[in-house]
């Protein structure tokens, strides 16, 4: 048997008929920007997670960058992140010229709110917290410190698209709730896409102005802004996708489950989950000490696996002025050099994750 990390093409066969239907619709439109299909996924998308306001954009990255924007976080301010991030979290701070504060991650990969107090200055002005995996990070303690200390709270949702924490969605915690719709994701589109969920009227409307030019009306430019719009095809797909993602994502809870249930295999740990959260398994990340090892194992019994990620952003070539080396992030590095994603998405059989269940407890070496 052979076995990607993700099959994607499963999930648009669950509702191939519905997604052929809305996409046609959208094509003979002919409005294909900003238009009605982005107005109704942007109430329905608010809607499903229990906020006010949703702004689509074009990708998780711009949710982050224009939200922080949008929030006046610039230059020389200081933004605690999780080091144990994907490292388009830490893009968007150093994009608009703010300084990263790393921190590290507690056992179950997310922000530890315990060491927020250390990384707190003077400068400091927002936590951008992520949910990692698909599971809410402590927001119980993050949201009483940045509370506590008048600190902007942006989260990144690009994992998490309706994991609640303490029955509260992910994304309505903070000032801004920044989503990604790489098609990859829970709520993933057919090509790139992104959306802010906020419940600050004014936010959102400096938003809608930062994605398309800086203008509400057009040609009367307010802002210098981008160009950072969801179109009407993907729009319309993904209103599809909301309306089965909580079907979707009970899918991926039971493969986790039998997962739990069936990997038995000492030399593998498997994901923890936090009290009160409801993890939505984006990616079932296991670790293992010999991880290369076990990834090759998989890789030769035809069951592919990637590592979410295998180089921590404060390594990264990209930010080597920051000066940075390794042993700055212990723990960080250390999951970094264990972690392994296992296949995990809609429409995988069960003879597939009996397959994947039973080469992981064979595994030895
Ligand atoms: C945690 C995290 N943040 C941000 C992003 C960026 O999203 P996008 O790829 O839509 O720009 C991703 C996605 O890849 C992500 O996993």
Known sequence: MKIDLAILNRQFKLYQTEYEQAALKALRSGWYILEREVIAFENEFADYVGAKFCVGVNSGLDALTLSLRALKIGAGDEVIVPANTYIATVLAITANDAIPVLVEPDEFYNLDSSRLADALTERTKAIMVVHLYGQAAD???????????????????????GARFNGKMTGTFGDAGCFSFYPTKNLGAFGDGGAVVTDDAELAETLSKLRNYGSKVKYHNELEGVNSRLDELQAALLRVKLSHLDALNDERKRIADRFFAAIKNPRLILPKIRKGAEHVFYQFVIRTENRDDFKSYLERNGIQTVIHYPIPPHLSECYRQLGFKRGDFPLTEHYADEVLSLPIFNGMTDAEIDFVTGVCNEYNS
């Open 139 to 161: 927001m119980e303690n993050i949201s009483r410190f940045a509370r506590e200390n008048n600190l902007r709270l942006v989260e990144d949702c690009a994992q998490s698209h």
